[in-house]
C-alpha cells in the first residue's frame, strides 16, 4: 500500500440561498477535519442555511449506473457552469480532466428543513447501522485533501454566493435520484415475493405502482429543464394510483400496529403472532409482500413530492427556496408519519422473542416447527434492519458529475464525511 504524498487541492465555494453574511472567516486553506468544524459553525450562527460546494476531478472508481442524467443545456448544468465560470481558482486538474465531480454538502442541523425529510439514509446490509455512499473506494480525498474557499461573482470575504437556483435544482435532483434507488430495491424484493404468491390482486397493486414511473420520469424532467407539466403526461393518474396505495399502506400499518398492542411482553408464542398478522411465518406470505408494496408507495410517493415542491418553487422564482422548503415540509407530513408507522412494526417484531406453543395439545415439537421457529426469528430480526434512518443527524451531501459534453449525472445522497 503506497501513501499519496502530494496534496490535492479542493476549490471550495460557501453558497446560500439569500444574501448572508458568514459569521466566521474561512481560512486560506483547510484540512477536511477543520472544514467540518466550519461546517458545523455556519450551520449554528448563519442567518440563512449556507452550504459547501465541492469540486475535484472525478475518481476512475465512481459507479454513475445509478444516477440522474441532465443536458447540458439543464438550467442544473448551466448553473454549475455559470458558478466555476466567475471565478479564477478552479482547480486546473479538474476543469482539464474532461470529467468533474462536484459535491455539495448542506449542514446537518438545516437537512430535515431543505428536504423536508424527503432525504433519508439508504441503511447498507455490509454493516449494521452502515448506510450507502456514494464516493466509497474513491481515492485521493482523504487525509491529504487541502481545500481552498473561493469566491464569485460579486461576493466578497466572508459574504456567502447567492445560489437560490442551484441548490434548489441540486436537492431536487437528489431527492428524486434517491426515491427511484428505493422504487428500484422496492420493485425488485416485490417481484421475487409476487412469482411465489401467484395472487393477481397484489400482482395488480404492483403493476398500478410500476406503472406510475415513466410519468414521473418525464415530468421530473421537464421540471427540471424548468418546463411546465402538461396534462398528456398522465401524472394526475399517476398520483390517483400513488395516493390509493399510500391510503392502504396506512390502513395496514394501522391495523399491524393495532395487533402488536395486544401482545403482552416481547415473549411471544408464534401461533399467537400468526393470529395477530397473519402470514408472518411464512417467508413469501403476503405480509411481506404488503410490506413491501407500502416501500414501492412511499418511494414513489416522495419523487411526486419532489415534483409538486419544484413546481411551485418555480411559479415564483424570486422566492425559490422558502417555498420549496415550505411546500417540501407540508406534504411530507404524512408521509413521514406512515413511514415511522412501518418503522415502528418493524422494529416491534425485530425484538420479539418467539417462542413455540405450549397448549394443552402440544406434548411434541416436530423438526419442521422447529425449523419454522427460527426461520421466522431470522426473519424478523432482519426487519429491524431495514429500518430507515434520517439524515437529519449528519450532513446531506449530493454529488453530481460534469461529463466533459457539459452534461450532468446527480448520484444518490449520501451522509457527508469530512
Known amino acids: 500500500m503506497t501513501t499519496e504524498t502530494t496534496a490535492e487541492i479542493i476549490p471550495l465555494w460557501t453558497l446560500s440561498t439569500a444574501e448572508v453574511h458568514t459569521p466566521v472567516k ?10 467540518s468544524e466550519l461546517r458545523s459553525v455556519l450551520a449554528v450562527m448563519a442567518e440563512s442555511p449556507v452550504a459547501t460546494l465541492e469540486v475535484r476531478p472525478k475518481p476512475e472508481s465512481l459507479d454513475t449506473s445509478g444516477g440522474m442524467s441532465f443536458s447540458s443545456l439543464s438550467p442544473l448544468a448551466q448553473q454549475l457552469s455559470t458558478l466555476t465560470a466567475t471565478t479564477s481558482k478552479v482547480l486546473p486538474s479538474a476543469a482539464g480532466s474532461g470529467e468533474t465531480l462536484y459535491r455539495m454538502t448542506v449542514p446537518a442541523k438545516v437537512a430535515a428543513q431543505v428536504s423536508g425529510n424527503v432525504l433519508r439514509s439508504m441503511p447498507s446490509k455490509a454493516a449494521a447501522g452502515g448506510v450507502h455512499s ?34 434548489m435544482f441540486s436537492i431536487a435532483a437528489g431527492a428524486s435520484v434517491y426515491a427511484e434507488q428505493q422504487r428500484r430495491a ?14 393477481d390482486r397484489l400482482d395488480d397493486e404492483r403493476n398500478s405502482l410500476d406503472g406510475c414511473r415513466n410519468a414521473i420520469d418525464k415530468a421530473t424532467a421537464i421540471l427540471l429543464d424548468k418546463g411546465k407539466i402538461s396534462s398528456s403526461l398522465g401524472l394526475g393518474s399517476a398520483v390517483h394510483a400513488i395516493d390509493t396505495a399510500i391510503a392502504a399502506a396506512e390502513r395496514r400499518a394501522k391495523g399491524w400496529k393495532k395487533a402488536l398492542k395486544k401482545l403482552r411482553g416481547d415473549k411471544v408464542e408464534l401461533p399467537a403472532l400468526v393470529g395477530a398478522i397473519n402470514g408472518i411465518d411464512d417467508e413469501d406470505g403476503e405480509f411481506y409482500a404488503h410490506l413491501e408494496l407500502a416501500d414501492l408507495a412511499i418511494a414513489l410517493k ?21 417555498n420549496f422548503s415550505a411546500a417540501l415540509k407540508l406534504d411530507a407530513q404524512n408521509l413521514e408519519k406512515l413511514t415511522d408507522d412501518l418503522d415502528d412494526v418493524r422494529l416491534r417484531l425485530s425484538t420479539l422473542q418467539l417462542d413455540r406453543s405450549h397448549g394443552i395439545r402440544d406434548f411434541t415439537f416436530s423438526s419442521a416447527s422447529v425449523d419454522k421457529l427460527l426461520h421466522t426469528t431470522q426473519r424478523l430480526r432482519a426487519l429491524g434492519d431495514q429500518v430507515s434512518s434520517s439524515l437529519g443527524q449528519a450532513d446531506v451531501a449530493i454529488d453530481m458529475v460534469k461529463q466533459a459534453d457539459g452534461s450532468v449525472i446527480v448520484l444518490p445522497p449520501s451522509a457527508a464525511t469530512a
Open 26 to 35: 474561512l481560512d486560506e486553506a483547510m484540512t477536511p477535519a477543520r472544514l
Open 134 to 167: 456514494a464516493l466509497l473506494g474513491s481515492k485521493g480525498i482523504a487525509a491529504q485533501a487541502t481545500y481552498v474557499p473561493v469566491t464569485a461573482g460579486a461576493a466578497t470575504a466572508g459574504l456567502a454566493t447567492v445560489a437560490a437556483p442551484l441548490i
Open 186 to 199: 422496492a420493485i425488485e424484493k416485490i417481484t421475487v415475493l409476487l412469482e411465489k404468491l401467484h395472487q
Open 302 to 322: 416522495r419523487r411526486v413530492l419532489v415534483l409538486q415542491a419544484v413546481e411551485h418553487a418555480q411559479q415564483d422564482e424570486g422566492n425559490e427556496f422558502e
